[in-house]
């Protein structure tokens, strides 16, 4: 494929709006981490992760997607063994361990994983592609996302584990999951569900317990969280509060708030016509990469696009769920705008990927014309 | 064929639809929610907002000071100073926070450690009085709350308060607080009339919340002026409204700050001098005749001393006091159970809250009445043989039984006219005019509806209004009263005890030194108060007492008017001036050639009153079987007043217990008046004079 090409079919959309969302998340942390000592210096460390994770775009962008397809194997059990190493660390510490020390930057194995498995998943479905979609091609699928999945569910990462848990099930999806499986599989994860309650942690159980029944009387319980998130974002009002000017932001009332609950912390300081233009961007961002996944040459590109968008799509509408207390709180961050070097990063890689597989697409007269 | 295997892939093209519309259902959702929360809830959210970061803080006021009327000090505020630690702010290495632990110790010594962490010493906690140890109390107040300062060692030295200032930057989270403490320079003396200070109460927490004070900062009178003036003394908390961070941490004013008011200062009426002269008259006398008798006659007493002018209340004694001090920074619950439980009852005012039979002081107005009804002229004379037996009857044909009643002379006073009857207290007199005898006195006497219309006409029976708490109404019987609470007929008899001041009938001191004032002041009643003015901070005055007269019973009509059947009316009279005057003449008898006469023998300064023995029967007596007939204890009384021609002072002496009017009550009258008039010479600048 000739250069030309390559930036032919390049989506400067998708990547300006990407940019466009990651400077928006450096100015947004820069509001809420004002006055905050421990928290200084965040917004410099995140335009740096920003701008390589530019980078990283442009390299993924370059290389041919399909090497990826090749190196599916090794990644696997890299990112395993990973996850291993992390368990047992964290083992010997007494408690939940979800980093990897590399001197000066720290890696989440959890966060690679997702990555990961986008790739392995894309690698299996693009290769079963003319399978049966019978009970075989779905359980190999799953017993390969379970070796994975099991070890950040001991970690204990609940939601890392469902986002891949998620994957899989769209990817089965798109592959052509008979309707007849969904409905059986829907059933059994409800039993799953309810079955595994028991043997969540503590604190996991609290939080749903709490979203499902609240407690009235719990002011600076486990609700303060979620009832000043709600608050903040109730401040906001029609055109918000102004850039550092949301009491609630700026004042410390609203938690977490460069991370989990940047969003209600971008509600009340742009309101919410300011909200609903981010909002539109990041569904924006999600449809480009679905349009990718459509154009793909081949089934695993697109596959591979597919995943990313349904990475974006399930981490930001369950991080705005959150924020807008419909959804129990998970940790999941809002993709591009949370703090966040190494999520950034992998976005940046993931988005990279989406931009190889369009920049290798076919053109629409190869798919007219054929 | 891969190119078919792609086409066949994306050819399930309603599998992305499903996605698109799984977005489009999410994210349409996500936003109208999103308009719910800012745009139709928006106000309630930002209203919460605004509640989140708007403070109200209290600035504290400083209560106003009690003065007497010369201005010394009766009560103040000083301050005092308290060790407090805040747990949040102490360093996070144990290592550091045990060597501030161990300099701590040294300057305050209190123990790094000591007692046990369980649950009942959590539960009982209480800064300032407790037995554990620094460690200890900062771990119960960590668990409680860690940004909030707790005392460590309460109400030390300035020097140490001082030592511990400099070290603070040295100890993070140790500090010296500063806590205003309520002082009463004359302690038991004033105790009675001051009162003291105690928590705001639980029922009232929200009314005074509401008007800036904190409960467990402010403090509300208990007792006494502390109490009843609490409105003037207790000023007005300041107001910040400010915006705050999660924390607490005040960021600005969000308006301008309303500064606090101190309260009011309160001059009394009081003179200090002459209450602790008049404590030291009734102290002493209780001394000497205890000791003269070699056991316990008696341990309380009263004395008033009041302007019969005015109304000024230049003293108000009560002993057994208490005092006041120990209660200032809190109420210690053994030292108030003690003073509770004290049969004496000293934390009562019994000046004003004190109800005993007055004694033949009562027969002052059966006097008074005697002359005003004609019941008998002045000159009249009625046999006094030391006992008479009168018939019992309860009612109209009541065959009756007879009873004895004795003068306290046994011999009797022999012939006994109006002026003789006072100066004497004559039983016998008092009865044969009160309530009828025979031939001698026709019909009822006076009875007891007129003797119960001339009472109440000098003030007993209500409440003088005084401007202190709990005051006692009294008890003025009649035979309506009788009926309702006894379920008997009045019977003679009972208007004799009641002519005398026993049986039913009681009094305050404050109503007995109402009384004679009145008598004193030729018929008009003046308001009994304790307040002579009210300055603010800035020492303007801003209220100045001028005497109230409540009646002039010569010119009033205050007298009702019965039938022969004893129904009123409805007319009214007055009383007329030559009947008060006889009166006093008769009080002037009582010191000159009567009963009090040896008590106020070579008194220079011309005085009148009037002695009071009162037996009585109470839970004390009780409990000495002392209620039956014959052994019956008495309280001792003496009303007086001086100069005789242009009364200045109306002295009341009581003395629970205090067997005899004459003997035990009378000199401390008399020594009282003494000191008024050497402190009106020394301050006229001239020698004392006695």
Not at chain 1, 268 to 280: K, L
Not at chain 2, 168 to 176: I, N
Not at chain 2, 593 to 603: D, I, K, L, R
């Amino acid at each position: 494929m000739r250069r030309t090409e390559l930036w032919r079919h390049f989506d400067f959309w998708l990547l300006g709006a990407v940019v466009i969302l990651s400077v928006f998340g450096v100015v947004m942390i820069r509001s809420v981490i004002a006055g905050n000592i421990d928290l200084a210096g965040y917004d410099r460390r995140q335009a740096i992760f920003a701008a390589i994770g530019l980078a990283v775009i442009l390299i993924t962008t370059l290389i041919d997607y399909h090497l990826w397809s090749t190196l599916a194997q090794p990644m696997y059990i890299v990112v395993v063994a990973l996850l291993v190493v992390i368990f047992l660390t964290g083992q010997a510490r007494f408690g939940a361990a979800r980093w990897l020390s590399f001197g000066i930057i720290d890696i989440q194995p959890a966060e690679l994983a997702k990555i990961a498995m986008i790739m392995v998943l894309a690698d299996y479905f693009a290769r079963n592609i003319h399978s049966e979609k019978n009970l075989r091609w779905i359980l190999r699928s799953f017993a390969m996302t379970a070796a994975v999945v099991v070890w950040i569910l001991l970690q204990p990462n609940l939601s890392t584990s469902i986002v891949i848990m998620v994957m899989w099930a769209s990817m089965l999806w798109i592959s052509g999951l008979p309707p007849k499986y969904l409905i059986i599989f829907l059933l059994l994860a409800i039993v799953a569900a309810g079955a595994l309650f028991p043997f969540l942690e503590q604190y996991q159980q609290e939080r749903v317990i709490n979203f499902i029944f609240p407690n009235p009387n719990a002011r600076h319980g486990d609700n303060y969280n979620v009832e000043q998130a709600r608050i903040t974002i109730g401040d906001g009002g029609l055109l918000g509060q102004g850039y550092g000017s949301g009491s609630q932001v700026q004042l410390r009332f609203l938690k977490v708030r460069h991370t989990d609950f940047i969003f209600a912390a971008m509600a009340e300081e742009f309101g919410f016509v300011g909200t609903v233009v981010i909002v539109g961007l990041l569904v924006f961002v999600i449809i480009r990469c679905l349009r990718a996944a459509r154009l793909a040459a081949d089934p695993y590109g697109s596959l591979i696009a597919y995943g990313v968008a349904i990475l974006i799509f399930f981490q930001t509408s369950v991080n705005i769920g959150v924020n807008l207390n419909i959804i129990p709180v998970t940790g999941l961050t809002l993709p591009f705008i949370s703090y966040g070097g190494s999520s950034l990063v992998t976005l940046y890689f993931a988005v990279g990927l989406v931009e190889s597989v369009a920049a290798r697409r076919k053109t629409t007269e190869d798919i007219t014309g054929a | 064929m891969k190119k078919l295997d792609f086409l066949n892939f994306n050819n399930e093209q309603w599998r992305y639809w499903v996605i698109y519309a799984l977005l489009a259902l999410i994210f349409s959702f996500y936003t109208y929610r999103l308009f719910v929360i800012q745009i139709v809830d928006g106000e309630i959210y930002q209203a919460q907002a605004e509640e989140n970061r708007t403070s109200f803080q209290s600035l504290p006021t400083q209560r106003g000071n009690i003065y007497d009327r010369n201005g010394t000090i009766l009560a103040r505020n000083v301050p005092s100073y308290n060790v407090v630690i805040t747990p949040a702010e102490l360093p996070e290495d144990t290592g550091s926070v045990q060597e501030i632990y161990r300099q701590l110790s040294k300057v305050i010594k209190i123990p790094v450690s000591r007692g046990t962490i369980n649950d009942d010493t959590v539960k009982n906690f209480t800064p300032c009085l407790n037995n554990l140890g620094i460690t200890e109390i900062v771990y119960i107040q960590n668990s409680l709350a860690p940004f909030k300062p707790v005392r460590v060692a309460c109400d030390i030295d300035e020097v140490t308060a001082k030592i511990i200032r400099e070290k603070s930057s040295d100890w993070p989270g140790v500090d010296v607080e500063i806590e205003p403490v309520r002082d009463y320079p004359t302690g038991d003396l004033t105790a009675e009339v001051i009162g003291f200070l105690g928590p705001i109460p639980a029922s009232q927490e929200q009314e005074y919340r509401d008007r800036g004070f904190l409960p467990g900062r402010d403090k509300v009178g208990f007792a006494g002026v502390e109490l009843s003036m609490n409105n003037e003394l207790e000023g007005s908390p300041g107001r910040r409204v400010v915006e705050v961070d999660v924390s607490g941490k005040v960021i600005r004013d969000l308006e301008p700050p309303v500064p606090a008011v101190p309260g009011k200062n309160i001059y009394l009426t009081i003179d200090t001098r002459l209450q602790a002269a008049a404590r030291e008259a009734l102290v002493s006398e209780l001394n000497y005749w205890n000791n003269r008798l070699g056991k316990i006659i008696s341990l309380q007493g009263v004395v008033i001393v009041m302007n019969p002018k005015t109304g000024e209340i230049l003293a108000m004694v009560n002993y057994p006091s208490y005092e006041n001090n120990r209660l200032a920074r809190f109420i210690p619950a053994y030292y108030y159970n003690q003073l509770y439980n004290d049969p004496y009852k000293p934390l009562l005012n019994h000046a004003i809250s004190g109800e005993y039979p007055p004694g033949s002081v009562f027969k002052l107005p059966t006097a008074i009445g005697v002359l005003n009804e004609r019941v008998v002229t002045p000159d009249y004379v009625v046999e006094d043989p030391g006992e008479i037996t009168v018939t019992e009857r309860f009612y109209e044909n009541d065959p009756g039984r007879p009873r004895r009643y004795v003068c306290h002379k046994a011999e009797g006073h022999g012939q006994v006219n109006f002026l003789k009857g006072i100066q004497e207290s004559c039983n016998v007199y008092f009865m044969k005019v009160g309530g009828g005898f025979g031939t001698e006195v026709p019909g009822n006497g006076l009875g007891i509806w007129r003797i119960d219309e001339y009472a109440k006409a000098l003030g007993y029976g209500s409440a003088t209004g005084i401007e202190l708490p709990g005051e006692a109404e009294g008890l003025i019987p009649d035979p309506t009263w009788k009926r309702l609470n006894i379920g008997e007929n009045w019977s003679t008899g009972d208007t004799y005890i009641s002519v005398q001041g026993q049986g039913f009938v009681l009094a305050t001191p404050l109503q007995m030194a109402v009384a004679t004032a009145t008598i004193a002041n030729d018929g008009v009643m003046m308001k009994p108060t304790l307040i002579k003015e009210i300055r603010d901070s800035d020492g303007q005055v801003v209220f100045k007492n001028s005497p109230v007269q409540v009646r002039d019973i010569t010119k009033d009509k205050v007298i009702n008017i019965f039938d022969e059947n004893n129904i009123p009316t409805g007319e009214k009279k007055s009383v007329e001036p030559w009947t008060i005057e006889l009166t006093q003449q008769g009080m002037r008898l009582v010191v000159t050639q009567g009963t009090a006469s040896v008590q106020f023998n070579g008194f220079p300064i011309p005085a009148a009153g009037k002695t009071g023995t009162a037996e009585y029967c109470d839970d004390i007596a009780r409990q000495n079987n002392l209620c039956d007939f014959g052994k019956w204890p008495a309280h001792a009384w003496f009303a007086g007043y001086a100069p005789f021609d242009d009364p200045e002072i109306v002295v009341v002496a009581f003395v629970y217990n205090g067997k005899e009017g004459s003997t035990f009550a009378a000199p401390i009258v008399r020594r009282t008046m003494e000191a008024y008039f050497c402190l009106k010479n020394i301050d006229a600048g001239e020698e004392c004079g006695f």
